[in-house]
């Protein structure tokens, strides 16, 4: 480890944490750190222990969840195992979206109460609330998962990433900050030309990160990119893939392209990382000591491989509790031991979400999440939305209207949106609809293009610009 590295591992690390009064995600990472290889038995008991004290919380403080467990004839104490909240009944994301004000605990200081909401590419976005003490926890959760990647704070990283709001102010003091903090370098991919890419390229060949944190289809098109123009690029010594479906072969080219290992990662705003692969590859390990994951399909628990419904519990959030939410997503839990020795449950698959990159004017791509966070996640009463381009000059959104929807304030919108972040040129068309079928891998399409620009190496048979 370099001296700066250790510097801001040992000292500044710390230091700051105490300076935002966040000194508590030191423990937890002490926590989890040894945690993380504890026995099945002892993993259960801790997240037992802290159910106990999330149902008992959140039927003292929250109206939502007493008329829960009233409807459900069960009082918190009748929640004895894992399995006994079964007895709850699911937590759907419109009832958050109608019932937000009786979930937050009652009581609750405002000022330990920080404000965020989901994305809205799998569907109408959701808000909610989190304590510091849970900040803390999930960012201890991120920093293990990614030294489970080879990276440790004070180590370089980049991040690829299609949601600006999430990155740092990029003042003066901020960027000092971050140079001395080794902050992670930002490569913003809201708008993709082969002029950005060729700047990510100089940027991470001369900043010279450990690991790459990147949207997964991010990062696949710029490898796409790479590969087509036969340019070589910064080799870090692992990519973390999260926020969309990582397909097989797309796995295939980064680790072609970047000649290092990836990590696929699931996660969401709601509880953060929920599971990550470790260096065995072996499935996704559950971030078992803050959340209690449930599969569910329609006939019960699903078996070890059977797809269902993933329903998350978060054991440490008791700002705003959640208890057996349905995020959104399908998954399957694997089987046997992983090679590793760590115990934590795992994910075989994870059906999540898919955003294509559409391509706006000038050939310009611009990726699903970013229209998801900074156009539909913007416009509640546009209710669930998918698009959908197969011409260069036009995208069709399809819509299960919201409460509010009004054809034509919500049509103009859309409009302007369009040519605002695609471009001039590019006509929008609205499509309302009754339902959207899941895809038959339980995937949730969000975006999809069957259009590519020249400048990015396409299949055969697709149309070019
Ligand atoms: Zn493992």
């Given amino acids: ?27 937890y990472e002490r926590e989890f750190e040894r945690t993380q290889y504890a026995s099945p038995e002892e993993l259960r008991e801790i997240q037992t222990r802290r159910l106990h004290l999330l149902v008992k919380h959140a039927f003292a403080s929250c109206a939502f969840y007493r008329e829960r467990f ?126 950005t890419m060729e700047h990510f390229r100089d940027s ?70 929920v ?12 971030m078992a000591e803050g959340l209690y994951l449930e599969i569910e399909t329609p006939n019960g628990p699903a078996k070890p491989g059977e797809s269902g419904s993933i329903l998350v519990t978060d054991l440490l959030n008791h700002a705003m509790p959640l208890i057996r939410y349905r995020i959104g997503d399908v998954g399957s839990w694997a089987t046997g031991n992983c090679p590793c020795g760590r115990h934590l449950p795992r994910l075989e698959r994870v059906g999540g979400r898919v955003t294509d990159f559409l391509v706006g004017a000038g050939g310009k791509l611009v990726s699903g999440v970013f229209l998801a966070t900074y156009v539909v996640a913007q416009r509640p009463s546009l209710g669930q939305v998918q698009i959908h381009q197969n011409r260069f000059d036009r995208v069709v959104y399809k819509l299960r209207p919201g409460l509010a929807f009004d054809p034509l304030i919500d049509g103009l919108y859309l409009d302007n949106a369009t040519r605002e972040y695609l471009g001039e040129g590019i006509s929008a068309e609205v499509e309302i609809v009754e339902d959207f079928p899941r895809l038959p891998s339980g995937k949730f399409l969000f975006s999809r293009s069957t259009v590519s620009p020249k400048w990015l190496s396409h299949p055969a048979g697709q149309p070019v610009v």
């Avoid at 680790?255 to 990662?265: A, D, L, Y």
Wanted: charged residues 25%.
């Fill in 70 to 195: 009233a409807q459900a004839g069960v009082s918190p104490e009748a929640i004895r195992t894992l399995e006994d909240l079964r007895a709850l009944p699911i937590l759907e994301k419109t009832t958050i979206q109608e019932r937000i004000a009786d979930m937050v605990a009652e009581g609750w200081p405002s000022r330990d109460l920080i404000k965020n909401q989901t994305g809205g590419s799998t569907g109408t976005p959701v808000p909610f609330f989190l304590s510091r003490d849970r900040k803390s926890s999930r960012a201890a959760a991120t920093l293990r998962h990614n030294r489970w990647a080879g990276w440790g704070i004070g180590d370089r990283a980049a991040v690829i990433w299609g949601a600006p709001r999430d990155r740092p102010s990029d003042s003066l003091k901020s960027r000092l900050r971050g140079t001395l903090l080794r902050e992670p370098l930002w490569l913003d991919t809201a708008g993709l030309t082969e002029a």
């Fill in 275 to 286: 599971a990550s692969e470790c260096a065995a590859h072996s499935g996704l390990h559950v």
């Fill in 204 to 273: 991470l060949a001369s900043h010279r990160p450990r690991i790459i944190q990147a949207y997964a289809r991010s990062a696949v098109v710029f490898a796409r990119w790479l590969e087509a123009t036969g340019k070589s690029v910064h080799q870090p010594h692992s990519i973390v893939t999260s926020a969309e479906v990582l397909e097989d072969e797309d796995r295939l080219l980064l680790e072609r392209v970047f000649g290092c290992s990836v990590f696929n990662r699931y996660g969401c705003r709601e509880v953060s990382v």
């Fill in 1 to 27: 480890m370099s001296l700066h590295a250790s510097i801001v591992r040992r000292i500044l690390h710390p230091l700051t944490l105490w300076k935002r009064g966040e000194t508590r995600q030191l423990s």
